[in-house]
């Protein structure tokens, strides 16, 4: 049995303060009170219910006890300082830089901005889509495209996916041409994104033809190239002609970039780019060891309908203001299944916005200055080694001059003493030549002590410190376009402005901060603040990924300790860490699976069943590891249809692949015949994968390997409480049985992974890593009592919901004993055939209650599905209940007929504080029922900023960039 | 209010509806088609010299929250497109047996004999 103690109760009393109290809501009076409401004898009464007996773990997890808050950030700080941060010039797509502080205190560390989910809910969403349209905006003037979207995962996955998009785009051109497609990769980008166009080729049938761009041959199978500027060395290349000979041949172009460098020279887009695409990092976002950072894509109008990732755009609201929402969503996974644009779900809003609001602040004179800064340093370091006889060789550089040293190999086995000694570290090559990526943080004194560096290995005295000369680059590839000249990015200057503009966004906006997001799949549980602390801690966050890993033994022992503890929550015998995303996750596991079946000699296995029920996510993942989706199809209760399932296994049996399953099920319910559908699948010679979405109800009470799967993804940012950020980052670990370890994902510049490695899925070797550390926080503190307890309460949250609200909605799917998991699904559907009001209209209502919506129609269309999570106490889950309640009495009104079916206050949803407040009001009903139709509501009343969007228009009319200024209110 | 289906033309399951002329035919989708999708926001149409095969893809379309395959009723050349469409794609929503997206030249006329007559189609969609 697992253990009875309570992490909330039973303390004695030289325990130190548990976390599991401040983590979890309820209190144990309150947990009593919903007990009794539930009608469960005790909280391990209602697990017994709700979770079959013979799934569950027999002992508990094999983990340590939770540490206070206070203990847990002492102990890190002592893990923090076996981190060693050199200044490091590595470069190769990651540098230091400086983190405006009114962004760092305002942004970064504030959950305003931080735990706001995703903006599908755009009305009380209008804060970050603003300052993503700054983005996006920012992105297409620098890069010189059409249109960008709101960042991708990293700048690796954005090749990846210029690659994809190119070949969908191009069709016709390979049409009927015999061979496989052949896509032309430039030798001279970086290493991580060579081997991630690697990774993502091979499945999809694609040939890599890795090459000289200044040679490059184009024939009748290329459909397009890719090359990039500034490049791996540093060089920057004048592209015209390239190009131009691409687009004659009918070959398409993607251009990898850097955005400070397009600041001083001509952008990629004036030179007839398809695709512009590069990492945002450097916008005032911390290294992080990799990530989280930014990605951006960009591209031509003709090509929108084909990008990848998400796109904000402007439209209008009921009162005819201007609004901004997601546009074009039916390119999304859970509407294009496999044949979504791409697996691509999570975006790095935070990170992104961080980017953005750096460009708002800075502004286009500010960035000049900065770039300009940065470029002048560089030639002041190329001027002061030619004067100690070492030649600079790169044609052009922009931040990264490049240095062929004289006396070869012991020379710069004595550069790499000397900058060791000196704490520094730069980009040593293979052809011997050493390149240094200069960033804003550089000044004077850095450019001494490289200097010093050099003269020091040579034996030779500093040559006296010269000012920095001007920047000056060839007429051919400066830049001579203005950017940036909208006026968001021109008059939020001072830091009094900027703080006020940062905050009139973020009050616009509901986060957790405000209250709870009862989105069904989505886990949106408490970010607490000690588990966040530390991302922002300079040990960690300015350490470059490729920084020698034993300057980074503080990282690779939460590494170590977090892997291991996702083993034992999972069943598993290894877990990778690289995966960006849930979705990356899928992705990541799926290829693993392939590799192994291949391994074996067993090619031919290429089909994946997914059930109906199963996130978009799944199907397009499957199709982008060269995968054929079979769908399984659901019983009328919800479950997986097993015979069906055991008919297409049996029908494709030489070819199956794997099943790929979500536990508990997307419908909210602990399917009993989990461990007969997954034995199903090993006999026909398949692999189980394990959808992670719904861990939160699993850990420590039963696990992906009891259930029987051979590969799981974790969403960290779902079960282990790192924040959503507004739409990403996200983390999508995986964890896989010991037969499927030696193919855990490798990376071309640090040794990760297993024995039979297949091909990096992200830029960097562990991911985003510096939010590993939230993740490891959670786990810490709450130790095994405390996950265990999560578990528990997010089970008796979710039924407390179900028991209060089943009278008033319809639940959709239960255990046969009535029981939900951590999630249920309430069926709007009888109310609208009788009422004309549709699930959106109800999420729509909410917000005038202060609520964000649940999740609207997945995974059934006409429903909403609610997850409370463990962190909600009662009081929360009884608000959100009587406006749920409340909201059913104004349906019955129309119903009954007392009040109109189309002017009413659910149809008019949300009411802005300006129409309530309009000295015209039209409606049959009171403005009070429309604003403050609860007395709780007065006391938090959170006014929607616009008024119902008018979707359609946004998607008709599509506008990508900042609005012209009068629009802004 | 409902759009009536004019008897003059003919429906596919897909609910597609074609108005042959000849050896020529104008193909749309039915008021059915567009309620389901709701608010048509994009339509993806071939170029004119496309072939196109009966049952077969030739396009799609978007609403806000759906997107679906356009099934050509027959098979044949495209001799003309609505390009004028692209730019309001309301009309389908709100016009949609008078919304014509492209004409067909019928490579083979008799397939049409097996398409539903209006009767039929009401039928289906019943």
Same mark, same amino acid.
């Given at each position: 049995m697992i253990d009875q103690r309570s992490a909330v109760s039973g #303390?004695?009393?030289?325990?130190?303060?548990?976390?599991g109290s401040r983590h979890i809501g309820p209190d144990d009076t309150e947990r009593d009170e919903m007990l009794a409401v539930v009608r469960a004898a005790s909280l391990d009464a209602l697990v017994d219910e709700a979770i079959?007996? @013979?799934?569950?773990?027999?002992?508990?997890?094999?983990l340590p006890a939770g540490e206070s808050e206070y203990q847990f950030l002492r102990n890190l700080r002592s893990i923090a300082a076996k981190n060693q941060v050199f200044r490091s010039y590595i470069g190769l797509g990651y540098y230091d830089c400086i983190t405006p502080s009114v962004i760092l205190r305002?942004?970064?560390?504030?959950p305003g901005w931080?735990?706001?989910?995703?903006?599908? #809910?755009a009305e009380i969403a209008q804060g970050r889509l603003e300052a993503l349209l700054n983005f996006q905006t920012m992105v297409m003037d620098l890069t010189g495209m059409q249109v960008a979207n709101a960042?991708?995962?990293d700048e690796a996955t954005a090749a990846a996916e210029a690659m994809t998009m190119l070949h969908r785009v191009q069709s016709k051109r390979i049409d009927?041409?015999?061979g496989p497609p052949q896509f032309f990769v430039a030798d001279s980008v970086y290493p991580q994104t060579l081997d991630l166009l690697k990774s993502r080729s091979e499945p999809l049938g694609i040939e890599l033809v890795v090459g000289d761009w200044k040679t490059a041959a184009f024939g009748d199978r290329v459909f397009g190239a890719l090359v990039q500027?500034?490049?791996?060395?540093?060089c920057v290349h004048d592209l015209r002609d390239f190009i131009a000979r691409a687009r004659r041949a009918g070959v398409a172009v993607a251009v990898g970039t850097d955005l400070l460098a397009c600041v001083l020279l001509t952008p990629p887009g004036e030179l007839g780019a398809d695709i512009v695409y590069g990492n945002s990092? =450097?916008?005032? %976002?911390?290294?992080g060891y990799g990530g989280p950072h930014a990605a951006f894509f960009a591209t031509l109008g003709k090509h929108v309908r084909q990008a990848p990732g998400r796109i904000i755009g402007v439209s209008i609201d009921a009162h005819g203001n201007t609004a901004y929402r997601m546009s074009? #969503?039916? =390119?999304?996974q859970h509407i @294009? =299944?496999?044949?979504?644009?791409?697996? +691509?779900?999570?975006?790095?809003a935070l990170l992104a916005n961080i980017a953005g609001l750096y460009a708002v602040y800075h502004g286009p004179k500010g960035l000049t200055r900065i770039a300009s800064r940065v470029h002048a340093y560089a030639r002041q370091l190329e001027s002061q080694l030619a004067a100690l006889g070492i030649r600079q060789v790169n044609e052009h550089y922009f931040d990264t001059p490049r240095f062929a040293l004289p006396g070869g190999a012991q020379t710069t086995g004595e550069i790499v003493k000397a900058a060791l000694a000196a704490r520094i570290n730069l980009g040593y090559r293979r052809d011997g030549t050493v390149q240094i990526a200069l960033d804003e943080t550089v000044d004077e004194g850095d450019i001494r002590d490289l200097v010093a560096v050099f003269a020091r290995a040579l034996g030779k005295p500093a040559p006296a410190a010269e000012p920095p000369a001007p920047a000056a680059f060839a007429p051919a590839i400066a830049r001579t376009t203005s950017f940036l000249t909208h006026p968001i990015f021109n008059r939020h200057h001072s830091e009094t402005e900027m703080m006020r503009y940062i905050r009139g966004l973020e009050r616009k906006d509901i986060g957790l901060d405000t209250s709870m997001i009862p989105l069904g799949s989505c886990t949106m549980k408490l970010n607490a603040a000690s588990e966040m602390?530390? +991302?922002?801690?300079p040990e960690f966050? @300015?350490?470059?990924?490729? /920084?020698?890993v034993d300057q980074a033994q503080g990282y690779q022992q939460v590494f170590r300790e977090l892997e291991s503890m996702l083993a034992t929550i999972t069943g598993f015998a290894a877990v990778s860490? #690289?995966?960006?995303?849930g979705a990356q996750g899928e992705y990541a596991g799926l290829l693993v699976i392939r590799a192994y079946h291949r391994d074996r000699g067993?090619?031919?296995?290429?089909v994946v069943l997914i059930p109906?029920? /199963?996130?978009?996510t799944n199907p397009a993942s499957a199709v982008m590891a060269g995968m054929r989706v079979v769908v399984v199809a659901s019983t009328s209760?919800?479950?997986?249809d097993v015979d069906d399932l055991r008919r297409k296994a049996e029908e494709h049996k030489d070819r199956l692949a794997a099943l790929m399953v979500t536990y508990p099920s997307t419908h909210g319910v602990f399917e009993e015949a989990i461990q007969d559908i997954c034995s199903v699948v090993h006999q026909y010679g398949g692999q189980v994968y394990m959808? *992670? /979405?719904?861990?939160n109800a699993q850990v *420590?009470?039963?696990s992906p390997a009891a259930i029987g799967a051979d590969v799981c993804h974790i969403n960290l940012h779902k079960t282990? &409480? +790192?924040?959503?950020?507004g739409g990403g980052p996200g983390m999508g670990p995986i964890g896989v049985a010991a037969h499927l370890a030696p193919y855990l994902p490798g990376h071309p510049i640090v040794a990760t992974g297993g024995a039979h490695a297949i091909h990096?899925?992200? /830029?960097?070797?562990?991911?985003?890593? &510096?939010?590993l550390l939230i993740s490891y926080a959670y786990m810490k503190m709450l130790g095994r009592d405390g996950m265990t307890d999560a578990t528990r309460f997010a089970i008796l949250n979710a039924n407390y919901i179900k028991s209060r609200l089943e009278q008033h909605y319809p639940v959709l799917y239960t255990r046969e004993n009535g029981r939900v998991a951590h999630e249920m699904i309430f069926d709007l559907r009888p109310l609208k055939q009788a009422s004309g009001i549709e699930e959106g209209d109800v999420a729509k209502r909410l917000m005038d209650y202060g609520f964000h919506a649940p999740?609207?129609?997945?995974? %059934?269309?006409?429903t909403l599905m609610v997850e409370p999570t463990e962190s909600e106490p009662k009081g929360e889950l009884d608000r959100f209940c009587d406006a749920m309640i409340q909201i059913r009495r104004e349906i019955q009104a129309i119903i009954d007929g007392t009040a109109d079916r189309r002017d009413n206050v659910l149809k008019n949803a949300p009411h802005t504080a300006s129409a309530v407040a309009a000295d015209e009001w039209t409606h049959p009903y009171s403005r009070e029922e429309a604003a403050?139709?609860?007395?709780?509501v007065r006391a938090h009343k959170h006014w929607p900023a %616009?008024? =119902? +969007?008018d979707n359609p228009y946004g998607d008709r009319n599509l506008i990508c960039a900042c609005p012209p200024i009068e629009e802004y209110a | 209010m409902a759009a009536a289906y004019p008897a003059g033309f003919k429906y596919t399951k897909d609910h597609e509806w074609i108005e042959l002329a000849g050896d020529r035919g104008k193909v749309g989708i039915t008021d059915y088609a567009q309620a389901q999708l709701g608010d048509v926001v994009y339509v993806e149409l071939p170029e004119v010299g496309a072939k196109l095969k009966q049952g077969q893809s030739f396009g799609t379309i978007e609403s806000v929250k759906a997107v679906s395959e356009l099934y050509s009723p027959v098979t044949g050349e495209v001799v003309?497109?609505?390009?004028p469409l692209k730019d309001k794609p309301e009309t389908v929503n709100s016009d949609p047996h008078g919304t014509w997206m492209v004409v067909v030249k019928l490579?083979?006329?008799?397939?049409?004999?097996g398409l539903l007559d209006a009767a039929q189609y009401q039928d289906l969609i019943k």
């Open positions: #303390q004695s009393v030289t325990s130190p303060e548990p976390f079959p007996a @013979r799934i569950r773990l027999t002992k508990p997890l094999d305002n942004v970064l560390e504030n931080y735990t706001p989910y995703t903006p599908y #809910q960042s991708l995962l009927g041409v015999v500027t500034p490049d791996e060395a540093g990092q =450097r916008f005032g %976002v911390p290294l074009l #969503q039916t =390119r999304e @294009r =299944r496999e044949k979504a644009t791409s697996n +691509i779900c999570t975006a790095q602390l530390p +991302i922002t801690w966050s @300015r350490l470059h990924p490729f /920084a020698p860490l #690289q995966p960006n995303s067993d090619t031919a296995r290429d109906a029920s /199963a996130h978009g209760e919800g479950n997986i959808d *992670g /979405a719904n861990m *420590g009470l039963t282990f &409480s +790192i924040p959503h950020g990096a899925l992200s /830029a960097a070797p562990w991911g985003s890593a &510096s939010i999740t609207v129609s997945f995974p %059934v269309p006409g403050f139709p609860l007395p709780f %616009v008024g =119902r +969007i | 003309e497109v609505n390009a490579t083979n006329p008799s397939e049409a004999s």
